[in-house]
């Protein structure tokens, strides 16, 4: 997994931190409303709403491309409303399901720009672990893989991890989820990203 902080402005020329002019100027409540009339009018599920410390309104939702992959790969976004606008690029996190293993592999984490510390990626996290705890039966895990980067980026990883429970080595992350007892010699296994073929193999308390 990698926090990418460019990858848009290098690709398509788009810069850090700009805003989509909101319908009303300044009246956030009343775009969020026309925010999640159409992500519901899409197809797309709401996850959470709140407002964060800086005055934003944040929306996080799951995103759904009805295409027979929606169970292979999570996407979650977060659309983040400020008085000047909606900031774009939207951030937003990548996972795909490994069946194998019963496990979710966190592929990306895109926060860019001067988005990054701002806690949308915490939001979106958060739904994620939320999303595996309701299907505790078919998911026994998530992991994943960080961004070395610099030494202070690496560090800021391992405490963003850390926080919501998972443990880090070597550059490879693990979170259990509730219930699921994983032996030493399988917890070794998932860090060496070797795929366990036969699932039956862990003890799931119900």
Known sequence: MKIEFNFLEDLFGIKR????????KGDMEYELQIRVQEIENE???ILRTERNKNGEIVI???HFFYDGNDEDMITIEAIVITKKGIIIPYPVMYVNRREADKSLYIA???V???SINKGYGSLMMKELLQIARSQKEK?????????YGDEEHYKRLI????????????GKILWI???????????????????LEDPEIFEYEK
């Open 177 to 195: 989820n509730d219930g699921v007892k994983l032996s030493g010699e399988q917890v070794d296994a998932i860090f060496s990203r070797v795929v």
């Open 17 to 24: 931190d700009k805003f989509i002019p909101l319908k009303i």
């Open 112 to 114: 860019f720009g001067e």
């Open 108 to 110: 990306d984490i895109r």
């Open 43 to 45: 197809g797309f599920k």
């Open 139 to 147: 998911v026994f895990f998530v992991t994943g893989n960080m961004d």
């Open 60 to 62: 996080i939702y799951r």
């Open 159 to 170: 405490h963003f991890y850390e926080k919501y429970g998972f443990t880090c080595r070597d």
